[in-house]
């Protein structure tokens, strides 16, 4: 008979891939000091799974390994309750065997972007806003009420504490807008550790979830009830010494001419962005005007249709405003790799630094009820209205796959092709179901 004193505490190597699905190597605790040295072995076509988990064509095939190795700053351990065992894991990178960079890493696709920012004498801070759906509410409480929340303390107290415990820092656990949907946000964190953040948050909700015989989905549309779930990226510019760069109440939007410039390159370049940060078919059922979600490309001020949002300011208590200052990417979902998405982000924003692109006019109003003869002057783009789409508008972008790298591209393609032909000729309906079935 087994004495559950010497039932050994199981650790985690993760690593989200290309389709926001966390991978795991799992082992005994007591292993961990060796394996923070050398990592554990990885297989490089075990990337190229589509979210369905079929294997798609890829350039390695049988052959090669790489090493997963271990971030020790980025250890997560949630406690365990009765018979669970702690949620023990550390966010990983892939190298290649001599322990050298592997070009299609989605992580260091994430930590690229940073040097180059970081070689401006910038760093970027970011947090990510999730919603999610308690799918198995049966009668659900009115939106945003109180009620809503209470009838969910169990659930979001556990949720709440978890994230405490694994250093997310959440700042609120609410009830969302749409019938079963809540919302966790988190504080702003440096680039890297705001991506491994939003796996955490996902990754410690779906824990507490299971261990109290509930069912969520963080994917973007539900069958259950209309609202949709996004992912709100809100990002500020920064000096390597902590000066507040987005901030300028005497410029539109009281946005710095840098954060400015950040914010047109994001804009420019936010048809092929939305490859990579809304990557599933059903995220284009989410990407539709009038849901306060983002059909356009263009940017407002505290304008929640507008895909770049720049988040309000408060003067009040002598708050310091530049150092609330930021922008809020919204075109964005659960189905992406955080790391993807923060990265394509810092590569796009970089370009419009360099660029020195103009910040066109924000929007005020509704975006969709703008006449197309107004749109050159908000540099209003319709966004993709589908998955290939956007992939053609990736495929176009020669700054955004220049920073991806032909490795990572030409798999994350072959990925979402696979994924559009698994789908194709599916009812909406399907699609959706599909979908909340994985994320
Ligand atoms: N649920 C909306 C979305 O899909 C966002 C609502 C909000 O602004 O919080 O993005
Ligand atoms: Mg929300």
Redesign the pocket.
């Known amino acids: 008979m087994q004495n559950n004193k010497m039932s050994p505490t199981l650790t985690h190597f993760i690593s989200q891939d290309y389709s926001g699905i966390t991978r795991a190597r799992t082992f005994p605790e007591h292993r961990l000091a060796s394996n923070l040295k050398k990592g554990l072995c990885w297989t490089p076509a075990n990337l190229a799974l589509n979210p369905f988990g079929s294997i798609v064509e890829n350039e390695w095939g049988s052959l090669g390994d790489l090493i997963m190795m271990p971030d020790a700053d980025s250890e997560v351990r949630v406690s365990g309750e009765g018979s669970i065992s702690p949620l023990h894991y550390f966010h990983c990178d892939f190298l290649n065997m001599d322990g050298s960079p592997w070009d299609a890493c989605p992580r260091q696709y994430l930590k690229r972007q940073i040097a180059v920012l970081s070689e401006m004498g910038i760093k970027a801070i970011a947090s990510f806003e999730h919603?999610f759906m308690l799918t198995d509410i049966e009668e659900p409480a009115a939106c945003f009420s109180l009620a809503a929340s209470r009838t969910e303390e169990a659930l979001c107290t556990a949720i709440t504490a978890a994230l405490i415990e694994a250093n997310v820092d959440p700042e609120m656990c609410i009830p969302?807008?749409a019938a079963r949907q809540y919302e966790v946000t988190c504080s702003p964190a440096e680039a890297l550790k705001a991506a491994d953040r939003a796996v955490n948050v996902r990754e410690v909700v779906r824990e507490i979830c299971r261990r109290q015989n509930r069912t969520v989905s963080f994917s973007p549309v539900s069958s259950l009830n209309p609202?949709?779930?996004?992912v709100?990226v809100h990002v500020s510019l920064w000096s390597e010494s902590d000066e507040p760069l987005t901030y300028d109440p005497s410029r539109p939007g009281q946005l710095s001419e840098l954060a400015s410039r950040f914010s047109a390159g994001i804009l420019a370049h936010m048809t092929a962005l939305t490859a990579l940060t809304a990557p599933g078919v059903v995220s284009y059922q989410?990407l539709r005007p009038n849901?306060?979600?983002a059909a356009y490309a263009c940017i407002g001020q505290q304008n929640?249709e507008a895909s770049i949002r720049i988040a309000p300011i408060t003067h009040l208590n002598d708050s310091d405003a530049a150092k609330q200052a930021n922008i809020e990417y919204?075109a964005a979902d659960a189905l992406a790799s955080p790391h993807l998405v923060l990265g394509a982000i810092l590569a796009a924003g970089i370009d419009g630094i360099k660029r020195k692109l103009e910040m066109p006019a924000l929007v005020t109003t509704n975006p969709a009820s703008i006449p197309s003869t107004d749109h050159a002057r908000y540099g209003l783009r319709a966004l993709p209205v589908n998955l290939e789409s956007a992939l053609q508008e990736l495929d176009r972008d020669e700054v955004i796959t220049a920073s991806l790298g032909p490795a990572l591209l030409n798999c994350y393609r072959a990925i979402k092709q696979s994924e559009i032909k698994e789908m194709d000729n599916k009812e909406e309906k399907v699609v959706r179901d599909l979908y909340a079935a994985v994320y």
């Open positions: 919603e969302e807008y609202g949709t779930n996004g709100h989410r849901s306060w979600s929640r919204r």
